[in-house]
Each structure stands twice: as structure tokens, then as C-alpha cells.
């Protein structure tokens, strides 16, 4: 009996420490439940609360899934940030100070609170660590009132804030809390969204189809009107338009809204684990179940990956992942006044497809100048594809007819080169038996004349799985050889 007992409880173990991330050097670990997505970095975790296995069991459970997002910052970080010495202790002042203002029915921000000044955190992002709030509501927090309050959730001490707002149809929530151990600060945050409250009803959507089908076979001066130039201010004063975001009030919301949406944020808490940090940095690292590898990547990479588990078809992963600098200016250096500028001119225009063009050349010419790595991996396993059997089958014949035709495609491919892309050179690699074939492709490029890459494709598939990876980089970065190392090894 006391062995049952004891296996009962091993198998337990193992279950929670199958379904719940990890950072040692962090220190905390979170209950994620094997989430069908989810992302990595240094400073960042963020997954849905939505399991790869329910996925696919009830897609309406997508229209209320929730981000999680947790963030963490040392003391050193706290200190850049604030300006001044921080610890739990500070924290836990901060906190006390905050409550008594909340009991006493006064406006937090009647008093300073640095903890809450959120700008100071996005100036922090370079370092790794990447906020909802700087991000998703950098030059929008004026316009929204949010709710700061203080209180145990899940036992943890918490200084809340939260946002309730309507933008375009769809209402979004989003809650971020933080709290603070061992002398670290920790933002958990959570966004939900919910896409029925202020969709449009059926019938005003068939209203709105029935007036702009008279309007256009009875208004030939409004249709004239629609192709005429609309300068860049305008388009830009309309994109803004459909991503402004209106204050709600909780009142207006429906209850089992608010209490899915305060449940998703609470259990993100109650999964939320803090204890004593190592001295060793976590390494960045993403499995794939299917292919049986793991990739351990550089120490500013992020990855994210996608995880779906079709119900008695195996599971699919699709994994990218790059380096989270190279995205970040890469969006930094992104003229938007000149993609304004190109969505102002009417499509029938002459010079339409020419500024097209030379939007597309100066947008891809930016995005190469800042961007030098990205890889790709995609695995499916518990395969029951008869056209897999029967490669495996026949390896010889079927190599030589696979070779030849990859071989003859890339031969053309490099035929074709242009000014956008050119193939230089590549190399084939080809093995088959009957327990597994492996493609290898290894190719020299030249995107917009001036930009070199490296390009492996690796192609293997057994009796089980398939999996397919890609690595590009450019062919003057150094990139770091276990990485390489790994790269070349991803297949069966």
C-alpha cells in the first residue's frame, strides 16, 4: 500500500513538473498547463491559457483565450529603472503605502509611486525584457483610465493595475500585477479579449451590405469620389481611427465577462510560483517533441512556438525563432509615414504600382540591413500517410526521382535570378533506406543585390514523424558554432 502511495505521488510530481515552466536564475516557476502557444526570452514568458489539447476539441474556446505574460527584473534592473535602491522591503512599502490610500478612498496617483510609472519600464526594453503595456499601450495610457488597486491574490501581495477597454468590436481587459520576492520584481499580466459584446449584429451587417450596394448603383459621383488622392495625413488619421481605444466601464459589461476575465488573471497568480534565484543564467532553449530535439539558442533570442495536438492525428509544432535585438530595430528603424504615403494613392492610379514597389524594395532593404538570423522548424508525428510508407518502401528508386526533381527545380530557380533575389550556388544531400529519408539542401543567396545569406534546409521523415527545418543568416555575421552544430543535426 505504501508503494502505491508512493508511485501515486511520484506520478503527481512528474504531471506538475511536465505542465509548468521554469527560470531557476528568475526565480519563479509558473503552471502553464502545455499551452498550444507560447514565447521565450531572456526576461519574458508569455503562453496562452489554452491547452494544445482542447484546441482542437472546441474551437469556439478560442474566442476567449487569454495571454499570459510574466516579466522580471533584478534589483540591479529595478535600481536603473527607479533610480533608486530596490528590494522586497521597498516593495512591500510601496504596497502599504498604496492600501492605505485605497482605504482611505484617495487616487493613487495622488503621490508619487514610481513602481507605477510604466513609461520608465518601456525605456527598460532594450534589455531584454519586453512590456504589454509600452508596447500595446505606449502612446494610448492617457487616453484610458486605469483601476490601481492593492491586495492578496493567490496569498501573493499585489499592486494591480487594470485596463477595461473597447477597441475597434472587440473589448479587451488587461490586468497586470505586480509583486515582488526575494528582492525582484515580477509583472504578471494577463489580456483578455472577447469578440461578441460589440460585434455587429446580422442584421445590421446585411443593413450596411444593402446601403453600399445602392450607393454604388445609384451614386456614380461617390464612386468617382473614392478614387480620388487621399493625402498620407488622412490615411494615417484613419488607420489611427480603427486602433483607438475607448474607455468601458465595468458596469456596461456583462458579470460571466468580468469573472472569466478576473479568473484567467487569478489563476496566472495561483500558478505563479517565487523562490531563491540560482546564480546561473537560464539558457534559451525550445524542444520539439516530434523530431525528439531541443535547440539551445544564444542568449538574445526569443522564440516562439506552436503546439496543436489534433485529436487521433498526433501533434504538430512550428517553431520560429530569431534575435529579439535584430526584431526590435527592425521595427525601430520601420518608415509607417511611408506606408501612409503608398495606402494614400488610389489603386487605380499609374504610380500606384510603382510607389508599391519602391515601398516594398525600401521596407524589405530595411528589415535585411537590421535582421541576420532566423530559424524555422515544423515536426508532426503519429504519421499515416500512405504516401510516406511508400517512399520508405522503395528508397532507391524513390531518391533518384525526389533528387531529380529538387535538383532540376533549384537549377531553374537559379535560371531566373533578379534583382530581388539570386540564387548563387547551392549543394544537395540525399539519404534514404527504409527506415528514414533525409533532403539536405544548402544555398547561397543574394536578396536585393546587397544582402548575402546562408540558407540550410534539412527534410527527414521516418515510419512516425516528418520534420522540416530552415536556417537563414547572413553570410557575414558569425554566428555561434553550437548553434551551427544543432542546426545541422536537426533530423532523424
Known amino acids: 500500500m505504501k508503494k ?74 529595478m535600481e536603473q529603472i527607479l533610480g533608486e535602491k530596490f528590494s522586497t522591503a521597498y516593495f512591500d512599502a510601496e504596497y502599504e503605502k498604496l492600501a492605505l490610500l485605497e482605504r482611505s478612498q484617495l487616487n493613487p496617483k495622488t503621490v508619487p509611486a514610481p513602481l507605477l510609472e510604466l513609461d520608465k519600464y518601456a525605456e527598460h526594453d532594450s534589455n531584454g525584457n519586453l512590456t504589454i503595456q509600452s508596447k500595446v499601450l505606449k502612446e494610448k495610457l492617457e487616453k484610458l483610465t486605469p483601476l490601481i488597486k492593492t491586495g ?70 461617390n464612386e468617382e469620389a473614392k478614387t480620388e488622392p487621399k493625402s498620407a495625413a488622412s490615411v494615417k488619421e484613419e488607420m489611427e481611427k480603427a486602433l483607438e481605444v475607448e474607455n468601458v466601464f465595468v458596469r456596461d459589461v456583462p458579470a460571466e465577462t468580468m469573472q472569466r476575465f478576473d479568473k484567467a488573471h487569478t489563476d496566472l497568480l495561483k500558478g505563479f510560483k517565487a523562490f531563491a534565484p540560482t546564480s546561473t543564467p537560464k539558457a534559451i532553449s525550445f524542444t520539439d517533441a516530434a523530431a525528439g530535439k531541443s535547440v539551445q539558442l544564444p542568449d538574445d533570442w526569443f522564440y516562439g512556438q506552436l503546439n496543436l495536438k489534433y485529436k487521433d492525428k498526433g501533434t504538430f509544432y512550428l517553431t520560429l525563432a530569431s ?109 534514404f533506406t527504409q527506415e528514414k529519408a533525409l533532403i539536405g539542401i544548402n544555398a547561397d543567396t543574394d536578396l536585393l543585390k546587397d544582402f548575402a545569406y546562408n540558407n540550410k534546409i534539412l527534410l527527414s521523415c521516418n515510419q512516425k514523424a516528418a520534420t522540416a527545418m530552415l536556417f537563414i543568416k547572413k553570410t557575414d555575421v558569425i554566428t555561434e558554432k553550437s548553434l551551427e552544430q544543432q542546426v545541422n543535426e536537426w533530423h532523424f
Not at 526584431?327 to 504615403?341: F, K, L, R
Not at 494614400?344 to 524589405?364: C, M
Request: some cysteine; hydrophobic content about 35%; glycine content about 2%.
Open 4 to 77: 502505491i502511495t508512493a508511485l501515486a505521488a511520484v506520478l503527481v510530481l512528474c504531471a506538475a513538473h511536465a505542465s509548468a515552466y521554469e527560470n531557476s536564475y528568475a526565480g519563479y516557476s509558473v503552471k502553464d498547463g502545455q499551452p498550444y502557444y507560447k514565447l521565450e526570452a531572456k526576461k519574458v514568458y508569455a503562453y496562452t491559457n489554452i491547452s494544445s489539447k482542447k484546441v482542437y476539441q472546441n474551437e469556439e474556446d478560442l474566442k476567449n483565450t487569454a495571454v499570459n505574460i510574466v516579466n522580471y527584473y533584478t534589483a540591479e534592473d
Open 152 to 221: 492578496k491574490i493567490a496569498g501573493k501581495k499585489a499592486i494591480t493595475i487594470s485596463y477595461l477597454y473597447k477597441q475597434g468590436d472587440v473589448l479587451v481587459k488587461i490586468d497586470t500585477s505586480l509583486v515582488s520576492a526575494n528582492d525582484r520584481l515580477y509583472l504578471l499580466s494577463t489580456v483578455n479579449t472577447d469578440q461578441d459584446l460589440y460585434a455587429p449584429k446580422k442584421d445590421e451587417k446585411s443593413a450596411d451590405a444593402d446601403a453600399d450596394i445602392d450607393e454604388t448603383d445609384t451614386d456614380e459621383e
Open 323 to 431: 534575435s529579439l535585438k535584430e526584431m526590435q530595430e527592425v521595427a525601430a528603424n520601420t518608415d509607417y509615414d511611408s506606408i501612409y504615403s503608398v495606402l494614400a494613392i488610389p489603386q487605380a492610379d499609374p504610380e500606384y504600382q510603382k510607389k508599391v514597389t519602391e515601398l516594398y524594395s525600401s521596407g524589405a532593404r530595411n528589415v535585411l540591413q537590421h535582421w541576420n538570423h532566423l530559424l524555422i522548424t515544423a515536426s508532426v508525428d503519429n504519421i499515416t500517410d500512405a504516401e510516406i510508407k511508400e517512399l520508405l518502401s522503395t528508397p532507391v528508386a524513390n531518391r533518384l526521382a525526389v533528387e531529380s526533381f529538387i535538383s532540376e527545380g533549384l537549377q531553374r530557380m537559379k535560371g531566373f535570378s533578379n534583382e530581388y533575389f539570386a540564387l548563387k550556388d547551392y549543394k544537395t544531400n540525399f539519404d
